[in-house]
Structures are given as C-alpha cells and as structure tokens.
C-alpha cells in the first residue's frame, strides 16, 4: 500500500456500513491518524461502527458531518445521492473531494456534476468488492486488498482530484483502472449486475422440498441472493436500459442452449461446457488470482 496524501487529514464516511466500515477499518490498517467521522440514519449502526473501530466519531446530521473534511465517500444506496449531495453541498469546505462506492456510475456522475456543476468535486467511484452480508459488524480491513477500483472521470473533472482519489484508493490496497461512466456500467452490467439478478433467480427456482436435497453448488450459485434489497433495487433502476439489453442477450444463448438440449445434441452440450470450463479456469480464475497475488 502507498500512504494516503498529507493533505486529507479528515475523512467522513456517509453511510457506515459493510463498504463504508471496510473503508475507516482499511485507513486504520494503514496508520491514517486523522480524523474519521461516520455518517448515518440509524443512531445503532453508528454505536456498532463505533465499538468495532470503523469511525472515531458519528452523527445522524450529514451536513454536520462533512464539515471541514478533505475527503467525504458515499457509500449509501445510489437513489440516495441527489438528495443527500443538496444537503451537504453547503457545509463543504473548499478543496474538498466527494465520490462514492456506487455500483452504477452514469446516473450518479449526471446528478454530481447538476449538483455541483462540472468542474467540481465530485468523482465516480466504485471498488469491486463486498460480499452478501450487510452492516458494520462484517467491515474488514482488507476487504478492497487486490480488488479494482473503477474511476470514471469525465472531461471535466479537475485532474487534482482524480490524482487524489486514485491514491486514496491504492492506500487502500486496491489497483484502480479509468472508464468512462457508459463504459463502466455496460461492463458491471455483465460482472455484476445480470449475475446478482440470475442469483435471486435461482434462490426463488426450487420448491421448499427441493431444499431437502440442496448443497454447496446451490448455496455457491445463489450467494449473491442475499444483497441488500434496496440497495439492488437502486442499481438495477439506475443501469435498467443496459441491464435490459444484457438480459436479452443472454435469453438468446440460453434459448440455444435449450435447443441444443432438446434435440438430445450430446457432443454441442460437451463443447459448451468445456468452453465455459476454459474461460472460467483459464481467465476468470486466473485474472482474479493474480490480482491477489500482486497485492500481497
């Protein structure tokens, strides 16, 4: 890890749980002795994100909590951000820099730059990492170590505050990569979102005797079932046109594949999985490895 700029001495976290928890967790990890404000609506979230060592100290007001911070993250759901940008616009001190964990960026980088005006100080973010679980009690200090973090600038984004951002999050452990915000939720569409989507599908296939009879590979397939409902809802409304389209893409391949299978096509079913087994071992697996590797 890279030390985090002298200049950012307070951060404030505005929501605190599992990724904004990771995040206060991973600075500590990293000897950042400034200053961490948590954020929140729930006075018991903030308690426990107190008593496991996320944030020093925490308030239900956001404009409160901004005050005189050098960094603020977002890590609240997406529908939340126009409101909550209005509320703390004001309270901001010069020089600030606000992104955000957000899992679709075209929506939140649109409603940053209304809210701020472009040229301002507010950048896309989005670290790919997390799990099923919810709240602070499950943050980890190394959550984001060898993840990606997406940054998507626009070409009015102030360059200081891509080149602080970007070194925020290596603090973190994490390698970060520039996309542009139509770029990145089409390829987080795929990665992603239609995955979270096929998993809730999955989760809500067998019949409850069904269950008798499920194992590992059921509770592997379906773990990403178990999301924040409402956080998923606000990821699918703001990245539903792209979604829509990956969806109908993959209904295509998936009524080929029934084709193939209702003809009783033995060697095109063998070739199928063998390709997947390929692309799976071969890239996915490896690509994710070595990213893990590189980090430690």
Same mark, same amino acid.
């Given at each position: ?61 956001? $404009?409160? @909590? ?35 964990? @957000? ?10 730059? %209304? ?18 679980? *919810?709240?602070?009690?499950?943050? *980890?200090?190394? +959550? ?18 891509? *080149? ?8 973190? @452990? ?25 998993? @809730?599908? +999955?989760?809500?296939?067998? #019949? ?10 059921? !509770?592997?397939?379906? %773990?990403?079932?178990?999301? $924040?409902?409402?956080?998923? !809802? ?5 990245? %539903? ?18 084709? +193939?299978?209702?003809?009783?096509? $033995? ?10 087994? !390929?692309? %799976?071992? #071969?890239?996915?697996?490896? !690509? ?9």
């Amino acid at each position: 890890m890279q030390g985090l700029p002298k200049n950012i001495r307070k951060v404030t976290i505005v929501g605190v749980g599992l990724l904004g928890g990771s995040i206060g967790l991973a600075l500590r990890a990293d000897d950042f002795d400034g200053e961490l404000v948590g954020v929140g609506r729930r006075q018991s979230s903030l308690d426990e994100a107190l008593e496991v060592g996320a944030i020093d100290s925490a308030t239900l007001e956001a $404009d409160q @909590g901004v005050a005189g911070a050098d960094l603020v993250i977002l890590a609240t759901p997406v529908g939340a951000f126009e409101k909550l940008l209005k509320l703390i616009k004001p309270a901001l001190a010069d020089g600030v820099i606000v992104t955000d964990v @957000g899992s679709t960026k075209r929506e939140v980088v649109r409603i940053g730059e %209304r809210v701020f005006g472009r040229g301002g100080p507010f950048i896309g973010s989005h670290p790919m990492a997390g799990s099923e679980n *919810r709240g602070p009690a499950f943050a *980890r200090a190394d +959550l984001f170590v060898g993840a990606t973090c997406i940054l998507t600038p626009t070409a009015h984004t102030p360059p200081a505050v891509t *080149r602080r951002t970007e070194a925020f999050w290596k603090t973190l @452990g994490l390698r970060t990569l520039q996309m542009t915000p139509a770029d990145h939720d089409k390829a987080v569409a795929r990665v992603s979102h239609l995955p979270h989507v096929m998993a @809730g599908l +999955l989760a809500m296939l067998p #019949d409850d005797a069904d269950l008798d009879v499920a194992a590992t590979g059921f !509770r592997d397939a379906t %773990r990403m079932a178990g999301g $924040d409902p409402a956080m998923w !809802r606000d990821i699918l409304m703001t990245n %539903r046109q792209v979604i829509v389209s990956v969806a109908k893409a993959l209904g295509k391949d998936l009524e080929r594949f029934i084709r +193939l299978l209702d003809k009783g096509d $033995d060697v095109a079913i063998e070739k199928f999985f063998t390709d997947a087994k !390929r692309r %799976r071992d #071969d890239t996915i697996g490896q !690509r994710l490895t070595d990213r893990r590797v590189a980090a430690e």
